[in-house]
């Protein structure tokens, strides 16, 4: 039995879900209530669906493997409950939800809402994410994935990356949760053998965000999550789902061929998110961008590590920051004539500002193909 996840009789998981009172989501693995520990510690409790096929054993493999994941970025496993035919799962309850619905639902001003989503715990008040917030998630999600395909022996592999289930704390903090298909890979013997060599299994996911490469070849390794996560970084730059199959101006059915397209006339401008305002570091923006595509090349080997992700979001993040302290520097800087205030005229250079953009006015957000 799994020693660092709590064992909870059927009779606790009652009490802490108050007899299953409020659901929150629904996932692969089942439906998910919101709970309380005796601790007042809110938790998310996954309960198998009827239907399930998993026996015991494989049930007990998977808490095995989530208790022995540990990671700022990784939504913990708190407890489980085996009782009967009864297969339950106790997670860290996320309060803002999925970063899916934070992109592809409108924000809601004062109002909790509660939708069903793969990652389960998705209880949230939706609000708009600007370019340094999408950003920060997607760091911190890609940290997540390092740890399980770098830091863990043998490597884990999530198998269902996707913006749904990268789930959101209070305060925004990613986090990836839904571990629930995850498989480990043969420990390596180099680097090369962990992206190529691959497990043999039958193919599961999510499609829109499904490697190719692992469709056809039935090979699962660390470079089928890359590919998944570049998918993901493609909905922060251009808001659009992931299943989207039309596109404005476009005869693209897919968001990796609409963006590929707009690379190629040079005009990348025209599928960023609206919603951005073109508040954003140019420079940042072309590097996401360059990186989201290189985890979607065809052939695995060709992508980048989740290492090398890691590292240029965090250059993509520094740039937003120089970006934004040169911007309230600029505005520092601009001041009304004390003559101005005393007769109420402004001088119209100063007082009639355009929203500001950290996009230079004379550059064109253009990208040549790779």
Not at 91 to 106: F, I, K, R, T, V
Not at 260 to 271: F, G, H, I, R, T
Not at 275 to 285: A, C, H, P, V
Request: one cysteine or more.
């Amino acid at each position: 039995m799994p020693k660092s996840a709590k064992a909870f009789s059927i009779k606790e998981i009652k009490t802490m879900t108050e007899n299953f009172k409020q659901p929150v989501g629904k996932g692969g693995f089942g439906s998910v209530y919101y709970g309380k520990l005796p601790n007042g510690k809110e938790v998310a409790v996954k309960v198998k669906a009827a239907d399930s096929k998993q026996g015991v054993k494989e049930f007990l493999n998977e808490v095995q493997l989530l208790s022995r994941v540990h990671h700022k970025n990784l939504v913990p496993l708190i407890g489980y409950c085996l009782d009967g035919q009864e297969q339950i799962l106790v997670y860290e309850y996320m309060s803002q939800g999925a970063l899916h619905d934070h992109l592809h639902h409108p924000p809601e001003s004062s109002s909790t809402s509660t939708r069903q989503g793969a990652g389960g715990f998705v209880s949230s008040r939706h609000c708009s994410l600007d370019w340094k917030t999408r950003l920060d998630i997607v760091l911190n999600a890609a940290r997540g994935l390092e740890y399980l395909h770098k830091d863990c022996k043998p490597p884990v592999i999530h198998r269902d990356v996707k913006s749904s289930n990268v789930l959101l704390t209070e305060k925004l903090q990613a986090k990836f949760g839904d571990l629930g298909i995850s498989k480990q890979a043969y420990e390596p013997d180099t680097d090369e053998t962990m992206n190529t060599t691959g497990i043999s299994t039958a193919v599961q996911g999510t499609w829109g965000y499904m490697d190719p490469e692992y469709f056809t070849r039935h090979k699962l390794t660390v470079k089928s999550d890359v590919f998944s996560f570049g998918v993901i970084l493609l909905e922060i730059i251009t808001g659009k789902r992931a299943q989207t199959q039309k596109f404005p101006d476009s005869e693209a059915v897919t968001l990796k061929q609409w963006v590929e397209e707009a690379l190629e006339e040079n005009k990348l401008k025209s599928v960023i998110d609206p919603r951005l305002r073109d508040e954003y570091s140019e420079e940042g923006m072309l590097m996401v961008v360059n990186v989201a595509m290189k985890c979607l090349l065809p052939n695995g080997v060709g992508r980048p590590d989740m290492g090398d992700i890691v590292y240029t979001l965090l250059q993509a993040l520094q740039r937003e920051k120089e970006s934004r302290t040169r911007t309230s520097e600029i505005l520092d800087e601009i001041t009304i004539p004390a003559s101005a205030q005393l007769t109420g005229q402004h001088n119209v250079e100063h007082s009639v500002l355009s929203p500001v953009s950290s996009v230079q006015p004379n550059s064109s957000l253009t990208m040549s193909p790779r």
